[in-house]
């Protein structure tokens, strides 16, 4: 992957704005302002470290191995991050602090990549609806998440329908039926009713009303692992009984300022049920930004939705280019 750092210099160079759409200077500028706190923690930092080491020396890779653990990028990537630095500063004979730097952002990139075609798209199926189902604790966005893909999908020009599958929390089903009116997607929902005949009621209405997309909310409980599994479970029979193969996707919320905490609810989910890609909330509200390289490399799940502000339009599909962009902007 190397010559990523000079790829940015060259999309992002001024010169060369002429050859991009407004659109993606737009998307652009989303990850750059989304990422300004993160890169005050670690980009200022990084050049710092680079004016007070000019020669690389052990000094300097423990003092890097802070900066990277302070954004949020994880105890364990950031140990193997430094082994593989390490190992191309032997192999290439580098000695320069200042000639790190590209290697620092290739290799952070390859940490996310990690050889594997990186699927950041929906599952969306030719026929019949696609059902994706949300799960996450509560408080990370969830029902705020749905309400925005929907609106995302149904400017695409699709027929959105939502079910509240989460019927126990007060308010829960209130709060997706007011998504529903704001953006003119139908509801399925009914409070205390039990989730899985919410679900098979919702998609009922799918099916006979040649719905594209069924977004499904459900319960944010973790605290009782077993509980969570037996429901998902009961979901999941209930929805392939209907609609074979699906849920196509199951997208687990989480919100980025909680940084570590959001990697164990990763890993918690992810050994109760299959979880297919991530959204991370509230991006732009943390300086934890390194979270999203951590979650891929110790859960190996894909990112595939960010939280870029607080517009319906702020919720982003992921793009790692951009995203290591805005984190490394300052050293192009």
């Known amino acids: 992957m190397m010559g990523l750092f000079d790829k940015f210099k060259n999309i992002f160079n001024k010169n060369k704005i002429d050859d991009i759409s407004k659109e993606e200077i737009d998307e652009v500028k989303k990850y750059d302002e989304a990422l300004v706190k993160t890169r005050e923690v670690f980009t200022s930092k990084l050049s710092l470290l680079s004016n007070k080491y000019k020669k690389v020396s052990n000094e300097y890779f423990e003092e890097l191995e802070e900066i990277l653990i302070m954004a949020d990028i994880g105890v364990n990537t950031v140990m193997n991050f430094i082994d593989e630095i390490k190992k191309r500063v032997k192999k290439e004979h580098i000695e320069s602090t200042l000639d790190l730097k590209e290697i620092i952002v290739d290799e952070l990139f390859i940490i996310y990549v990690n050889n594997e075609v990186i699927v950041n798209k929906i599952n969306f199926q030719d026929n019949g609806p696609t059902v994706i189902l949300f799960v996450g604790v509560n408080g990370v ?6 309400g925005k893909l929907a609106r ?5 020009g699709k027929k959105v329908l939502l079910v509240a599958g989460d019927t126990f929390r007060a308010g829960a089903v209130e709060q997706i039926e007011k998504w529903g009116e704001k953006i003119g997607c139908k509801v399925v929902g009914q409070e205390k009713k039990d989730p899985s005949s919410v679900i098979y009621d919702g998609l009922e209405e799918a099916l006979k009303n040649n719905y594209d997309v069924v977004l499904v909310d459900t319960a944010g409980r973790l605290q009782n692992k077993v509980n969570l599994m037996k429901e998902l479970e009961k979901m999941n029979k209930v929805i392939g009984k ?10 687990l919320v989480i919100d980025a300022t909680t940084g570590q905490n959001g990697i164990s609810q ?3 989910f992810k050994e109760i049920t299959n979880i297919t890609g991530i959204v991370l909330t509230k991006l732009d509200g943390t300086a934890k930004g390194g979270i999203v390289l951590a979650i891929k490399d110790e859960v190996n799940i894909p990112v595939k939705f960010i939280g ?6 702020d919720l982003k599909v992921f793009d790692i280019e951009k995203y290591i962009y805005g984190l490394f902007k300052d050293l192009f």
């Open 141 to 146: 966005g969830k029902t705020t998440t749905i």
């Open 152 to 156: 995302k999908f149904k400017d695409e």
């Open 242 to 251: 209907l609609i074979p193969n699906a849920p196509h996707e199951t997208l």
């Open 266 to 268: 990763a890993k918690s």
């Open 308 to 313: 870029l502000g607080e517009k319906e339009t």
